[in-house]
């Protein structure tokens, strides 16, 4: 296990040529095992609502969740850089809500950043984060959030006239003072383009290679996640099929009276079988 990475380590990083590889995580255990790894970074995703607590989107995911899963993360990787992410209304409704919760994810989980949706519209509030000492991410192309918005889940500036916007809006974040940006579901060539464009580290899910770093959501990777596949996404393991077939397994031997057996309990200490003896007949 290093040392933890910091800001000026990603700066170096890109300039170096160096890839970021880094994944979503929700809890203790899912972060020890990415920091055994080696993983540069994780980030504790409002996607938790659809990969976790079930939910078809983002959108209902709270402070309290980003907050309690951030501190599982935490405890899982503490030699790990960790990115809290900023659920939906968390920030957008003014500066001073924007400042304070982001503080909460330092304060109470102990993050080393924060992540917020959106280009020019949020460029005040990363300003404001900015200024209050804290680091912030940007995020652009397919914002879940905003999902409703751009028509659903889909991929973003296909065409010159959205990629322009995408351009002025990645722009902007840097100028308020972002420390990075994630591109989600964009073209490679518009990421290529950013990622020279931009003095700060440009990285990508769903967004192409040239660039530096790739993120990918744990529960896409490892095949747990079972409602839907995105394009971009390269399974790793197929955990689903692994797990239900150790529950079936489990509730055969449940069954059949397989499981428990003797090597599965805890008998009486050696010579006190008559004191059991005794003790049953106190209850005839």
């Keep these: 296990m290093g040392k933890k990475k910091t800001r000026l380590d990603f700066v170096d990083m890109k300039k170096r040529g160096e890839k970021v590889a880094w994944i979503t995580a929700y809890d203790f255990p899912t972060a020890s095992f990415a920091e055994a790894a080696g993983m540069d970074m994780i980030l504790v995703g409002d996607s938790l609502g659809m990969v976790v607590l079930g939910y ?7 402070m309290e969740d980003c907050i309690r899963h951030s501190q599982a993360v935490r405890r899982g990787a503490p030699q790990t850089f960790c990115i809290g992410d900023m659920p939906f209304l968390s920030y957008q409704i003014s500066d001073e809500d ?14 080393d950043a924060v992540k917020l949706e959106g280009g020019r519209r949020v460029a005040r509030r990363i300003r404001a984060l900015t200024d209050a000492g804290i680091l912030v991410m940007g995020h652009i192309g397919l914002t879940p959030q905003s999902s409703g918005q751009l028509g659903g889940f889909k991929a973003q500036g296909r065409d010159p006239e959205s990629a322009r916007e995408l351009i002025a809006d990645a722009l902007a974040v840097q100028e308020a003072g972002a420390w990075s940006l994630l591109l989600e579901a964009v073209p490679p060539e518009l990421t290529a383009f950013l990622a020279k464009k931009l003095t700060i580290p440009v990285y990508s899910i769903g967004a192409g290679a040239p660039c530096d770093g790739q993120l990918l959501i744990c529960g896409d990777m490892l095949g747990l996640f079972q409602a839907f596949t995105p394009k971009f996404v390269k399974k790793y393991a197929q955990l689903a099929e692994l797990e239900t077939e150790a529950f079936r397994a489990y509730v055969e031997d449940v069954k059949s009276g397989a499981f428990p057996g003797d090597e599965h309990v805890y008998h009486i200490l050696p010579g006190r079988e008559k004191d059991f003896e005794e003790l049953f007949r106190e209850f005839p």
Aim: proline content about 5%; overall charge positive.
């Design 56 to 62: 078809d989107g983002t959108v209902p995911v709270t």
């Design 98 to 111: 924007a400042v304070r919760n982001g503080g909460r994810f330092l304060k109470e989980a102990s993050m």
